[in-house]
């Protein structure tokens, strides 16, 4: 029984069930959909499934992080077990909640003087923020101190990789980040947008690729490039996606005859509401553990 509490953000993007399994609490994001606001509580509220035919039909999506007074709440129902608190947050590149959490930890520390409260960027989104706290959950198990946890993080954040794609840009140019003229265009002649996430935590366009079986190809040989270990790689891969399982499951059935040695088999998560709001429909994530991300 340890002395202390693993705690994120629902924007990790694991499931209810699999948070749970694994003893990791979280603070739920906000989204709304023309006006009304949500939680973004993995799904239970509303499948993501209902999120995406809802965007296609045109109402708008707008997410929100917890506010510093939400997270102090969520942290002193901690303290007051006598928990100490590593919370892990989306990343920085991306979103405040690192700042908000930290306002929090700054006032919650004062109220409880003989508790520990870390706060960390994970600089890491999605299901990638999602295996970083399944490993944090394995190190934990392991008999780690939340000590040895928060410096281990610092270290291999920037190891934890994250590759995207998409095969619809409508919601890409809707946010700003695809241009009206280049998303048209890629769009109608099948180019699908390879992304990842920079050392600072940033969602990065890195390379265009024409259809959706090369940049699939294209993504599992930038995991050859970049995996610890390479083809022998020994870690867990997740996989997410919105509203393209077919996407997803030949992207890890691709995965799994590349890589043998894999902890298992490679799982696959939606994407939830605080991410899908700004990726729409037709996009899947790659992720695992690597080199240290320089750029």
Known sequence: MTDYVLTCCSSADLSKERFDARNIKYLCFHFSLNGVEYPDDLGQTMPPAMLYERMLAGENSKTSQPSAGEYMEFFEKFLEEGLDILHVTLSTGISGAYNSAMVAADQVREKYPGRKVYVVDSLGASSGYGLIMETLADLRDKGKTIEELNDWLHRHRLNMHHWFFSTDLTFYIKGGRVSKTSGFLGNM???????????????????????????????????????????????????????????????????????????????????????????????????????????
């Open 189 to 295: 002649l099948g180019i699908c947008p390879l992304l990842n996430m920079d050392n600072f935590g940033r969602l990065i366009p890195r390379e265009k690729v024409l259809g959706k079986k090369r940049v699939i190809r294209r993504t599992v040989e930038k995991m050859v490039e970049n995996a610890v270990d390479g083809l022998d790689y020994a870690g867990k891969v997740f996989i997410c996606q919105s509203e393209c399982p077919e996407d997803a499951q030949l992207l890890a059935d691709l995965v799994k005859e590349k890589f043998p040695k894999m902890r298992g088999e490679p799982e696959i998560f939606p994407i939830g509401a605080t991410i899908g709001s700004h990726t729409g429909p037709g996009t899947v994530s790659l992720f695992f553990w690597g080199k240290k991300r320089n750029d």
